[in-house]
Protein backbone atom coordinates (compact mmCIF):
# COMPACT_ATOMS: atom_id res chain seq x y z
CA UNK A 1 0.00 0.00 0.00
CA UNK A 2 1.63 3.34 -1.13
CA UNK A 3 2.28 5.73 1.67
CA UNK A 4 0.55 9.45 1.25
CA UNK A 5 3.97 12.08 2.36
CA UNK A 6 3.09 14.55 5.19
CA UNK A 7 3.52 17.41 4.44
CA UNK A 8 7.16 19.30 5.39
CA UNK A 9 6.67 21.12 8.21
CA UNK A 10 9.80 21.53 9.41
CA UNK A 11 10.91 23.04 6.16
CA UNK A 12 8.06 25.34 6.39
CA UNK A 13 8.83 26.68 9.90
CA UNK A 14 12.75 26.95 8.54
CA UNK A 15 11.88 29.32 6.15
CA UNK A 16 9.24 31.61 8.13
CA UNK A 17 11.98 31.37 10.50
CA UNK A 18 14.60 32.35 7.84
CA UNK A 19 12.31 34.95 6.40
CA UNK A 20 12.04 36.90 9.86
CA UNK A 21 16.02 36.84 10.17
CA UNK A 22 16.12 38.61 6.72
CA UNK A 23 13.71 40.78 7.87
CA UNK A 24 15.18 41.42 11.11
CA UNK A 25 18.71 42.21 9.14
CA UNK A 26 17.39 44.30 6.81
CA UNK A 27 15.74 46.69 9.91
CA UNK A 28 19.13 46.45 11.55
CA UNK A 29 21.34 47.85 8.38
CA UNK A 30 18.82 50.42 8.11
CA UNK A 31 19.02 51.61 11.68
CA UNK A 32 22.71 51.14 11.75
CA UNK A 33 23.04 53.24 8.89
CA UNK A 34 20.68 55.88 10.53
CA UNK A 35 22.66 56.33 13.79
CA UNK A 36 25.86 56.12 11.58
CA UNK A 37 24.53 59.08 9.92
CA UNK A 38 23.53 61.19 12.66
CA UNK A 39 26.97 60.57 13.78
CA UNK A 40 28.64 61.55 10.67
CA UNK A 41 26.10 64.82 10.45
CA UNK A 42 28.10 65.53 13.61
CA UNK A 43 31.34 65.35 13.06
CA UNK A 44 30.57 66.78 9.45
CA UNK A 45 28.33 69.94 11.47
CA UNK A 46 31.56 70.43 13.54
CA UNK A 47 34.13 70.16 10.75
CA UNK A 48 31.80 73.06 8.68
CA UNK A 49 32.34 75.13 11.38
CA UNK A 50 36.29 74.94 11.94
CA UNK A 51 36.65 75.12 8.31
CA UNK A 52 34.09 78.30 7.58
CA UNK A 53 36.05 80.05 10.52
CA UNK A 54 39.33 79.21 9.00
CA UNK A 55 38.20 80.14 5.76
CA UNK A 56 36.55 83.60 7.08
CA UNK A 57 39.94 84.11 8.75
CA UNK A 58 42.21 83.14 5.82
CA UNK A 59 43.50 86.80 4.95
CA UNK A 60 45.24 86.84 8.11
CA UNK A 61 46.02 83.56 9.40
CA UNK A 62 48.12 82.97 6.09
CA UNK A 63 48.88 86.63 5.87
CA UNK A 64 50.15 87.43 9.13
CA UNK A 65 51.55 84.10 9.71
CA UNK A 66 53.12 83.33 13.45
CA UNK A 67 52.91 87.27 13.70
CA UNK A 68 49.38 87.10 14.79
CA UNK A 69 49.81 83.54 17.08
CA UNK A 70 52.54 85.23 18.80
CA UNK A 71 51.70 88.85 18.88
CA UNK A 72 50.00 90.71 21.70
CA UNK A 73 49.22 93.69 19.97
CA UNK A 74 45.31 94.54 18.62
CA UNK A 75 45.06 97.47 17.01
CA UNK A 76 42.02 97.75 14.45
CA UNK A 77 43.38 101.60 13.28
CA UNK A 78 46.69 99.79 12.51
CA UNK A 79 45.27 96.67 11.19
CA UNK A 80 47.52 95.06 13.52
CA UNK A 81 46.57 91.80 15.08
CA UNK A 82 47.65 89.40 17.57
CA UNK A 83 45.96 86.82 19.13
CA UNK A 84 48.14 85.76 22.24
CA UNK A 85 46.12 87.89 24.51
CA UNK A 86 42.68 86.01 24.06
CA UNK A 87 44.26 82.63 23.75
CA UNK A 88 45.78 83.70 27.26
CA UNK A 89 42.45 85.22 28.57
CA UNK A 90 40.32 81.96 27.71
CA UNK A 91 43.15 79.10 28.95
CA UNK A 92 43.73 81.00 32.05
CA UNK A 93 40.36 81.50 33.03
CA UNK A 94 39.41 78.29 32.16
CA UNK A 95 42.29 76.63 34.25
CA UNK A 96 40.79 78.76 37.14
CA UNK A 97 36.94 77.43 37.20
CA UNK A 98 38.13 73.85 36.74
CA UNK A 99 40.85 74.69 39.97
CA UNK A 100 37.93 75.40 41.96
CA UNK A 101 34.68 73.97 40.52
CA UNK A 102 36.16 70.34 40.11
CA UNK A 103 37.02 69.79 44.38
CA UNK A 104 34.15 71.36 44.95
CA UNK A 105 32.00 69.31 42.76
CA UNK A 106 33.20 66.21 43.60
CA UNK A 107 32.28 67.32 47.41
CA UNK A 108 28.64 67.57 46.48
CA UNK A 109 28.31 64.62 44.90
CA UNK A 110 30.31 62.80 47.15
CA UNK A 111 28.06 64.37 50.02
CA UNK A 112 24.89 63.39 48.50
CA UNK A 113 25.48 60.29 47.36
CA UNK A 114 27.72 58.93 50.69
CA UNK A 115 26.61 61.17 53.38
CA UNK A 116 23.34 63.29 53.65
CA UNK A 117 20.59 62.05 54.62
CA UNK A 118 17.27 61.43 52.24
CA UNK A 119 15.18 63.97 52.97
CA UNK A 120 17.74 66.48 51.88
CA UNK A 121 19.20 64.81 48.76
CA UNK A 122 16.18 65.63 46.67
CA UNK A 123 16.15 69.71 47.26
CA UNK A 124 19.85 69.66 46.57
CA UNK A 125 19.67 67.67 43.54
CA UNK A 126 17.10 69.76 42.81
CA UNK A 127 18.97 73.17 43.30
CA UNK A 128 21.74 71.79 41.42
CA UNK A 129 19.64 71.11 38.17
CA UNK A 130 17.97 74.68 38.71
CA UNK A 131 21.21 76.10 38.38
CA UNK A 132 22.57 74.51 35.60
CA UNK A 133 19.79 75.54 33.75
CA UNK A 134 20.31 79.47 34.42
CA UNK A 135 21.08 81.14 31.49
CA UNK A 136 24.93 82.64 31.15
CA UNK A 137 23.92 86.20 30.59
CA UNK A 138 22.52 85.92 34.59
CA UNK A 139 25.49 84.96 35.63
CA UNK A 140 27.30 88.07 33.67
CA UNK A 141 24.99 90.33 35.44
CA UNK A 142 25.45 88.66 38.87
CA UNK A 143 28.97 89.37 38.49
CA UNK A 144 28.95 92.63 37.17
CA UNK A 145 26.23 94.18 39.87
CA UNK A 146 27.40 91.75 42.96
CA UNK A 147 30.18 89.84 42.44
CA UNK A 148 32.55 92.47 40.97
CA UNK A 149 32.05 95.11 43.63
CA UNK A 150 32.57 92.41 46.49
CA UNK A 151 35.80 91.32 44.64
CA UNK A 152 36.80 94.91 44.52
CA UNK A 153 36.31 95.08 48.07
CA UNK A 154 38.88 92.35 49.01
CA UNK A 155 41.25 92.46 46.44
CA UNK A 156 43.36 94.74 48.30
CA UNK A 157 43.42 92.25 51.17
CA UNK A 158 44.94 89.35 48.81
CA UNK A 159 47.32 92.20 47.89
CA UNK A 160 48.23 93.09 51.20
CA UNK A 161 48.82 88.71 51.96
CA UNK A 162 49.08 86.63 48.93
CA UNK A 163 50.74 89.59 47.51
CA UNK A 164 53.84 89.25 49.78
CA UNK A 165 54.52 85.37 49.04
CA UNK A 166 58.14 85.02 47.22
CA UNK A 167 57.03 82.92 43.96
CA UNK A 168 52.90 83.58 43.82
CA UNK A 169 53.18 87.31 45.08
CA UNK A 170 52.67 88.36 41.34
CA UNK A 171 49.62 86.97 40.70
CA UNK A 172 47.52 88.79 42.94
CA UNK A 173 49.13 92.16 42.92
CA UNK A 174 47.45 94.98 40.91
CA UNK A 175 44.88 97.90 41.59
CA UNK A 176 41.08 96.49 43.28
CA UNK A 177 39.35 96.88 39.73
CA UNK A 178 37.10 93.80 40.61
CA UNK A 179 37.05 93.38 36.72
CA UNK A 180 39.41 90.80 35.77
CA UNK A 181 40.98 86.77 35.41
CA UNK A 182 40.39 86.14 39.01
CA UNK A 183 36.91 87.74 39.18
CA UNK A 184 35.91 85.87 35.82
CA UNK A 185 37.50 82.14 36.27
CA UNK A 186 35.15 82.36 39.42
CA UNK A 187 32.50 83.33 37.88
CA UNK A 188 33.56 80.67 35.28
CA UNK A 189 32.78 78.44 38.02
CA UNK A 190 29.94 79.34 39.47
CA UNK A 191 28.71 78.53 35.99
CA UNK A 192 30.04 74.99 35.44
CA UNK A 193 29.59 73.52 39.21
CA UNK A 194 26.16 72.85 38.44
CA UNK A 195 26.77 70.52 35.24
CA UNK A 196 29.99 68.60 37.14
CA UNK A 197 28.52 67.83 40.80
CA UNK A 198 25.13 66.63 38.55
CA UNK A 199 27.39 64.51 36.46
CA UNK A 200 29.42 62.74 38.97
CA UNK A 201 25.86 62.31 41.68
CA UNK A 202 24.47 60.79 38.84
CA UNK A 203 27.61 58.35 37.82
CA UNK A 204 28.27 57.51 41.84
CA UNK A 205 25.04 56.18 42.40
CA UNK A 206 25.43 53.57 39.26
CA UNK A 207 28.11 52.01 41.58
CA UNK A 208 26.22 48.70 42.81
CA UNK A 209 25.52 48.88 46.52
CA UNK A 210 26.72 45.34 47.16
CA UNK A 211 30.27 46.51 46.27
CA UNK A 212 30.53 49.09 48.73
CA UNK A 213 28.59 47.22 51.49
CA UNK A 214 31.54 44.65 51.24
CA UNK A 215 34.11 47.59 51.73
CA UNK A 216 32.34 49.06 54.72
CA UNK A 217 32.20 45.38 55.84
CA UNK A 218 35.57 44.98 55.80
CA UNK A 219 36.31 48.26 57.80
CA UNK A 220 36.92 50.62 55.36
CA UNK A 221 36.09 54.38 55.49
CA UNK A 222 33.81 56.28 53.22
CA UNK A 223 36.88 57.87 52.20
CA UNK A 224 38.49 54.88 51.28
CA UNK A 225 34.65 53.07 49.68
CA UNK A 226 34.85 56.38 47.76
CA UNK A 227 38.86 56.19 46.70
CA UNK A 228 38.93 52.50 45.98
CA UNK A 229 35.26 51.44 44.53
CA UNK A 230 33.20 54.41 43.39
CA UNK A 231 36.21 56.06 41.30
CA UNK A 232 37.72 53.39 39.50
CA UNK A 233 34.37 52.08 39.03
CA UNK A 234 33.41 55.25 37.58
CA UNK A 235 36.33 57.15 36.26
CA UNK A 236 35.38 57.53 32.25
CA UNK A 237 31.73 59.16 33.29
CA UNK A 238 33.83 61.45 35.59
CA UNK A 239 35.91 62.40 33.15
CA UNK A 240 33.43 62.88 31.06
CA UNK A 241 31.77 65.62 33.03
CA UNK A 242 34.82 67.51 34.18
CA UNK A 243 34.70 67.46 29.80
CA UNK A 244 31.54 68.63 29.66
CA UNK A 245 32.58 71.86 31.84
CA UNK A 246 35.81 72.31 30.47
CA UNK A 247 33.95 72.67 27.49
CA UNK A 248 31.24 75.39 28.40
CA UNK A 249 34.31 77.12 30.48
CA UNK A 250 36.25 77.81 26.86
CA UNK A 251 33.49 78.66 24.94
CA UNK A 252 31.26 80.82 27.35
CA UNK A 253 30.73 84.69 25.63
CA UNK A 254 28.37 86.55 27.68
CA UNK A 255 29.36 85.68 31.38
CA UNK A 256 32.86 85.93 30.94
CA UNK A 257 32.19 89.81 28.80
CA UNK A 258 31.00 91.15 32.04
CA UNK A 259 33.33 90.70 34.51
CA UNK A 260 36.63 90.23 32.58
CA UNK A 261 37.12 93.72 31.62
CA UNK A 262 38.07 93.09 28.00
CA UNK A 263 41.72 94.36 28.05
CA UNK A 264 43.69 92.84 25.35
CA UNK A 265 47.37 92.87 27.61
CA UNK A 266 49.33 90.04 29.23
CA UNK A 267 49.95 90.31 32.47
CA UNK A 268 50.99 87.95 35.41
CA UNK A 269 48.45 89.25 37.62
CA UNK A 270 45.36 87.87 38.04
CA UNK A 271 43.73 90.81 39.52
CA UNK A 272 44.48 92.42 35.83
CA UNK A 273 41.73 92.79 33.29
CA UNK A 274 41.72 90.97 30.45
CA UNK A 275 39.97 89.26 27.03
CA UNK A 276 38.94 86.19 26.12
CA UNK A 277 38.46 84.48 22.60
CA UNK A 278 34.69 84.55 22.52
CA UNK A 279 34.22 88.02 24.40
CA UNK A 280 36.35 89.70 21.92
CA UNK A 281 34.28 88.26 19.20
CA UNK A 282 30.93 88.93 21.11
CA UNK A 283 32.38 92.59 21.68
CA UNK A 284 33.54 93.46 18.36
CA UNK A 285 32.22 91.59 15.63
CA UNK A 286 29.15 93.72 14.93
CA UNK A 287 31.70 96.95 13.94
CA UNK A 288 34.21 94.62 12.09
CA UNK A 289 35.12 94.60 8.40
CA UNK A 290 37.34 93.70 6.27
CA UNK A 291 40.68 92.38 7.72
CA UNK A 292 38.98 92.89 11.01
CA UNK A 293 36.51 90.74 10.47
CA UNK A 294 38.78 88.19 9.20
CA UNK A 295 40.93 88.44 12.10
CA UNK A 296 37.85 87.81 14.23
CA UNK A 297 37.13 84.86 12.73
CA UNK A 298 40.71 83.62 13.16
CA UNK A 299 40.17 83.57 16.28
CA UNK A 300 37.31 81.35 16.22
CA UNK A 301 38.60 78.63 14.73
CA UNK A 302 41.74 78.98 17.16
CA UNK A 303 38.67 78.28 19.60
CA UNK A 304 38.21 75.08 18.06
CA UNK A 305 41.79 74.44 18.05
CA UNK A 306 42.34 75.35 21.66
CA UNK A 307 39.38 73.29 22.80
CA UNK A 308 40.49 70.17 20.44
CA UNK A 309 43.91 70.58 22.62
CA UNK A 310 43.33 70.81 25.90
CA UNK A 311 40.73 67.85 25.33
CA UNK A 312 42.81 65.67 24.12
CA UNK A 313 45.55 66.51 26.15
CA UNK A 314 43.39 65.42 29.17
CA UNK A 315 42.31 62.50 27.56
CA UNK A 316 45.98 61.25 26.97
CA UNK A 317 46.71 61.98 30.80
CA UNK A 318 43.69 60.13 31.48
CA UNK A 319 45.00 57.18 29.80
CA UNK A 320 48.19 56.92 31.12
CA UNK A 321 47.12 57.39 34.54
CA UNK A 322 44.60 54.08 33.63
CA UNK A 323 47.50 52.10 32.44
CA UNK A 324 49.46 52.77 35.41
CA UNK A 325 46.75 52.05 37.74
CA UNK A 326 46.15 48.56 35.58
CA UNK A 327 49.89 47.56 35.96
Given at each position: ?????????????????????????????????????????????????????????????????????????????????????????????????????????????????????????????????????????????????????????????????????????????????????????????????????????????????????????????????????????????????????????????????????????????LLMPGVSISSSIANEFNEAV??????????????????????????????????????
Amino acid sequence: MATIPAPDIVTGTDTGIDRRALRDARHDARFRALVMACALLLLASLLGAALSTLWGGREVLFGHGWHFLTSAAWNPVADDYGALAPVFGTLVTSFIALLLAVPTAFGIALYLTQIAPGWLRAPVATAIELLASIPSIIYGMWGLFVFVPFMAGIEPVLSATLGRLPLLGRLFQGPPLGLGLLTAGIVLAVMILPFIAAVMREVFQTVPVRLQESAYALGATTWEVVWHIVLPYTRSAVAGGIFLGLGRALGETMAVTFVLGNAYNLSSSLLMPGVSISSSIANEFNEAVDLHRSALLALGFLLFVVTFAVLALARWMLRRLARREDR
